[in-house]
């Protein structure tokens, strides 16, 4: 979403040492099996300590990596980071973890890392998080492999080769995908075969959306939506999405908050598309169990979909891209998940 506020820095106390031991387990694991770092690559880690989660998964990477680069991001200079950056050589690790965001220029540092052939571990907007949440988050990064790469790839495979999709999110909600879906992308923790090596972590989805936006039509609940500060934002009852052509044409049960964001999407960009098709894989994240930041928990176990007309992984002609300025992510009640006959999801947990 274009609309931005400032992070509202939460500095809460430092965590127990389980935490910080789970955050050990958790971040080697990631390590290991996710990022195959070995020690023979340098790792760099810039850190800020302006919260807890951020000083404990510091700790956390301080005793996975104790040969690493330790860099204070409030005690350096940009040209100093940028500078460490340049020793840098090609699959060696850069982690970055971030109270609010690293801005250390025009452009977003993991793309600007990636383009060094850096694999990139990214922690961001911790700060958003209470204490109680960061528990939440440091489950999160628990990586299995036999799930995540296992159902995972299945799902892409049942993805691809669908020709419709429906998702049920109850009281005779049916939002039908009448169209096969584009290629999926995996978000699971293998690289294999990709250009760029890590990304954003909690990892777990595997996303797609209609090839033919305008085959997409019905209705949809959704018990969560990104709301204009980027949060999580969690309405009293469930509100209503009636989708016609790929667009948003009504909502029943909507709350002041969830207009805002229409409004604002529809003024920028006219109608309300219907996009992205997400397929979240991460179980530490549900319906009950949430955390406040958006970006990190998109990755919740079950549906996510996204309103406007920006979604830069698939093109479609009806839409420019220099045009289209809204993605905001919104989960769906989901009480079953067809891939053409097919029940793929069932019960707060994928059957593949």
Not at 30 to 55: N, P, W
Not at 135 to 160: E, H
Not at 253 to 264: G, I, K, Y
Not at 295 to 307: A, D, K, P, V
């Amino acid at each position: 979403m274009p609309m931005n506020s400032p992070d509202n820095p939460q500095i809460h106390s430092v965590l127990p040492e389980s935490a910080i031991a789970m955050a050990t387990k958790n971040i080697a694991d990631i390590l290991s099996m996710a990022m195959e770092h070995q020690l023979a690559h340098k790792a760099l880690i810039v850190a800020d300590r302006g919260c807890g989660l951020s000083l404990a998964l510091s700790e956390a990477y301080r005793r996975c990596l104790p040969d690493a680069q330790f860099i204070d991001f409030d005690q350096v200079s940009p040209e100093e980071i940028h500078a460490v950056f340049e020793t840098l050589a090609p699959s060696d690790l850069v982690v970055l973890v971030q109270t609010t965001s690293f801005r250390l220029d025009a452009y977003r540092v993991r793309v600007e890392l990636f383009k060094r052939g850096l694999k990139v571990i990214e922690h961001v907007h911790l700060a958003r998080l209470s204490a109680d949440e960061a528990l939440i988050y440091i489950d999160s990064l628990a990586y299995d492999p036999a799930y995540f790469r296992g159902v995972g790839r299945v799902l892409k495979d049942k993805i691809d080769r669908a020709g419709s999709a429906v998702v049920e999110s109850g009281e005779g909600a049916r939002l039908v995908f009448a169209s096969p879906l584009e290629p999926a992308k995996l978000n699971i923790g293998d690289y294999t075969g990709m250009t760029n090596v890590g990304g954003q972590f909690p990892i777990g989805e595997v996303f797609t959306e209609a090839q033919d936006l305008e085959a997409v039509s019905g209705r949809v609940r959704i018990f969560v939506f990104g709301d204009s500060n980027f949060m999580v934002n969690k309405p009293a009852h469930p509100i209503t999405l009636v989708v016609e052509k790929g667009r948003v044409i009504d909502v029943i049960d909507s709350t002041p908050e969830f207009d805002e964001v229409l409004a604002s999407i529809r003024a920028a960009e006219g109608e309300v598309w219907l996009r992205e098709l997400g397929f979240g894989m991460n179980r530490a994240f549900s319906a009950d169990r949430t955390v406040c930041d958006i970006g990190t928990y998109e990755r919740m176990c079950g549906i996510h979909l996204s309103l406007g007309a920006k979604h830069g992984v698939y093109t479609k002609p009806q839409l420019k891209r220099k045009d289209a300025r809204f993605h905001v992510d919104v989960f769906a009640v989901t009480n079953a998940v067809l891939l053409d006959d097919e029940v793929v999801y069932r019960d707060g947990a994928w059957l593949v």
